[in-house]
């Protein structure tokens, strides 16, 4: 190899930098077009794989010492063959790595004992190369060196995502001028929509490269508050959570179009008084992101973790301690080198939502449709889907959303409302307008669908950025 061979390997500064460099080689794959300082060779407690990722940071702003951190994992087949879709978990202020990274659709999740890993055999990364970044600075590991940056809102994550996109792909050229899908859930209903336009603004007004956009897809979405809140009262009554006489004092006493986010109980008295009512009726031992989940008892996971045993409380099939876990994972220093995390040594703790975020108090109050019908407007598909056991942002109100949408744009239903099938079960309900919109619920999941329902979540994203319509009978389709 040479006598330049040896002197690299003398310089690296870690052993795990070597072998980084060693990977890539063997791979035949060009330096150039894969960042070696930011390859993950491999995590504490990580099962085997084929497929490579890569962590670290992204300069958005260099002279406030802005930097936002992200995790890439390649699709598990053909990489260089699928798509590139991006995804942001919500809050604001929650991080997109420790929810849809390594909670729902990424290749792993936290062991029981919170010091290692396990395979997600329905990860999303067998359909779409993954990007997932915290989001905006003061998530996870993402930092500012401008305290002031803390204090933020919808506009400035927008902007700062358009700028981290086009650095991002500064570090990955390969994929510039790749299928580009933008997913999310919940808050990343305003994250996601306004992303897409500034993207598309981008293109408007760019005499060179252009954002290769094919799809917009957001779970649980806040879209407008006036409609999603007393969904949330719907869905209680409706599931038998609270009685007939709260829910109809919710129904006939609470004008929700004069709802805020700034100012929640400009309400009259006697709508507050029910209100309260309703939220102590269903009490704290429900989980009203999946109501038919159990809950998980902290101080027992915290036992179980300083025993380092493997057992974990199990809800129908889900690990209802995975948070806790996932936290303790991420505060290992171990972990935090092998991620290129951490770089700058942040005075507090990992932790899945932000505790240093200022967020705007009023911008969750935006109306998000008129973005979306910009978007559709592209000719752009957006797929809306619901878990439909979410009390938090229910079907309830995204339905009525999405259905207003359609008629103000004069779509026609294409797809009429009906169920559609996964490994000859249901998996939810759907409905299309126009070729371009379209609703589906997932049946059985939650506000974090990947997570309830795992394989009908897999099914319907394969669905979404190959282009099909999700399957209307019990025969087998391709991505069952």
Same mark, same amino acid.
């Given at each position: 190899?040479?006598?330049?061979?040896?002197?690299?390997?003398?310089?690296?500064?870690?052993?795990?930098?070597?072998?980084?460099?060693?990977?890539?080689?063997?791979?035949?794959?060009?330096?150039?077009?894969?960042?070696?300082?930011?390859?993950?060779?491999?995590?504490?407690?990580?099962?085997?794989?084929?497929?490579?990722?890569?962590?670290?940071?992204?300069?958005?702003?260099?002279?406030?010492?802005?930097?936002?951190?992200?995790?890439?994992?390649?699709?598990?087949?053909?990489?260089?063959?699928?798509?590139?879709?991006?995804? @942001?978990?919500?809050?604001?202020?929650?991080?997109?790595?420790?929810?849809?990274?390594?909670?729902?659709?990424?290749?792993?999740?936290?062991?029981?004992?919170?010091?290692?890993?396990?395979?997600?055999?329905?990860?999303?990364?067998?359909?779409?190369?993954?990007?997932?970044?915290?989001?905006?600075?003061?998530?996870?590991?993402?930092?500012?060196?401008?305290?002031?940056?803390?204090?933020?809102?919808?506009?400035?994550?927008?902007?700062?995502?358009?700028?981290?996109?086009?650095?991002?792909?500064?570090?990955?050229p390969d994929f510039k001028s790749r299928e580009l899908f933008l997913t999310g859930e919940s808050y990343a209903g305003h994250y996601i929509p306004q992303l897409a336009i500034a993207?598309?603004?981008?293109?408007?007004?760019?005499?060179?490269? $252009?954002?290769?956009?094919?799809?917009?897809?957001?779970?649980?979405?806040?879209?407008?508050?006036?409609?999603?809140?007393?969904?949330?009262?719907?869905?209680?009554?409706?599931?038998?959570?609270?009685?007939?006489?709260?829910?109809?004092?919710?129904?006939?006493?609470?004008?929700?179009?004069?709802?805020?986010?700034?100012?929640?109980?400009?309400?009259?008295?006697?709508?507050?008084?029910?209100?309260?009512?309703?939220?102590?009726?269903?009490?704290?031992?429900?989980?009203?992101?999946?109501?038919?989940l159990d809950v998980c008892y902290p101080s027992i996971v915290e036992q179980e973790l300083r025993l380092r045993k493997l057992a974990t409380k199990i809800s129908v099939g889900v690990?209802?301690?995975?948070?806790?876990?996932?936290?303790?994972?991420?505060?290992?220093?171990?972990?935090?080198?092998? @991620?290129?995390?951490?770089?700058? $040594?942040?005075?507090?703790?990992?932790?899945?939502?932000?505790?240093?975020?200022?967020?705007?108090?009023?911008?969750?109050?935006?109306?998000?449709?008129?973005?979306?019908?910009?978007?559709?407007?592209?000719?752009?598909?957006?797929?809306?889907?619901?878990?439909?056991?979410?009390?938090?942002?229910?079907?309830?109100?995204?339905r009525t959303l999405i259905r207003e949408l359609a008629h103000d744009m004069n779509l026609k239903i294409t797809v009429p409302y009906a169920a559609w099938f996964h490994k000859g079960?249901?998996?939810?309900?759907?409905?299309?307008?126009?070729?371009?919109?379209?609703?589906?619920?997932?049946?059985?999941?939650?506000?974090?669908?990947?997570?309830?329902?795992?394989?009908?979540?897999?099914?319907?994203?394969?669905?979404?950025?190959?282009?099909?319509?999700?399957?209307?009978?019990?025969?087998?389709?391709?991505?069952?």
């Amino acid at each position: 190899m040479g006598r330049g061979w040896f002197v690299l390997c003398e310089r690296s500064r870690t052993y795990q930098q070597f072998v980084g460099i060693l990977v890539v080689w063997l791979l035949g794959v060009a330096v150039q077009a894969y960042p070696v300082e930011d390859l993950v060779v491999r995590l504490p407690g990580q099962p085997t794989v084929q497929f490579r990722q890569y962590a670290g940071y992204v300069d958005v702003d260099v002279k406030a010492g802005r930097s936002l951190f992200y995790y890439f994992v390649e699709a598990d087949k053909e990489p260089d063959k699928k798509p590139l879709s991006l995804w @942001l978990n919500g809050g604001p202020g929650c991080s997109s790595l420790g929810g849809g990274a390594f909670t729902e659709l990424g290749p792993f999740y936290p062991t029981g004992d919170g010091r290692g890993l396990r395979r997600n055999s329905m990860s999303w990364n067998k359909a779409s190369n993954l990007l997932f970044v915290e989001s905006p600075a003061g998530v996870g590991w993402s930092y500012s060196n401008t305290s002031s940056d803390y204090t933020c809102g919808d506009a400035s994550t927008a902007r700062d995502m358009h700028v981290f996109l086009l650095k991002w792909y500064e570090k990955f050229p390969d994929f510039k001028s790749r299928e580009l899908f933008l997913t999310g859930e919940s808050y990343a209903g305003h994250y996601i929509p306004q992303l897409a336009i500034a993207l598309l603004d981008h293109n408007a007004h760019s005499t060179g490269f $252009k954002f290769n956009i094919k799809g917009v897809a957001i779970g649980n979405p806040l879209l407008r508050l006036d409609r999603d809140v007393p969904a949330t009262y719907e869905f209680f009554w409706s599931h038998g959570m609270i009685s007939d006489e709260i829910g109809l004092a919710i129904m006939n006493e609470c004008d929700f179009n004069d709802y805020a986010f700034a100012s929640p109980h400009n309400v009259t008295e006697s709508c507050d008084h029910a209100i309260n009512e309703a939220n102590g009726i269903v009490g704290d031992y429900i989980n009203n992101y999946d109501v038919i989940l159990d809950v998980c008892y902290p101080s027992i996971v915290e036992q179980e973790l300083r025993l380092r045993k493997l057992a974990t409380k199990i809800s129908v099939g889900v690990d209802v301690c995975m948070s806790y876990e996932r936290r303790f994972y991420f505060n290992l220093p171990e972990v935090q080198r092998a @991620l290129h995390a951490n770089r700058t $040594k942040l005075p507090y703790s990992w932790s899945m939502c932000s505790g240093v975020l200022n967020y705007s108090d009023t911008d969750g109050n935006i109306d998000i449709l008129p973005l979306l019908k910009r978007i559709i407007q592209n000719r752009i598909p957006v797929w809306v889907f619901s878990g439909d056991q979410d009390s938090v942002v229910p079907l309830l109100g995204s339905r009525t959303l999405i259905r207003e949408l359609a008629h103000d744009m004069n779509l026609k239903i294409t797809v009429p409302y009906a169920a559609w099938f996964h490994k000859g079960q249901v998996g939810g309900w759907a409905t299309e307008y126009g070729n371009l919109l379209t609703f589906a619920t997932v049946r059985g999941a939650a506000h974090m669908v990947p997570y309830a329902q795992p394989s009908r979540a897999l099914h319907l994203f394969s669905s979404f950025v190959h282009g099909r319509r999700l399957p209307n009978t019990t025969r087998p389709s391709i991505d069952d």
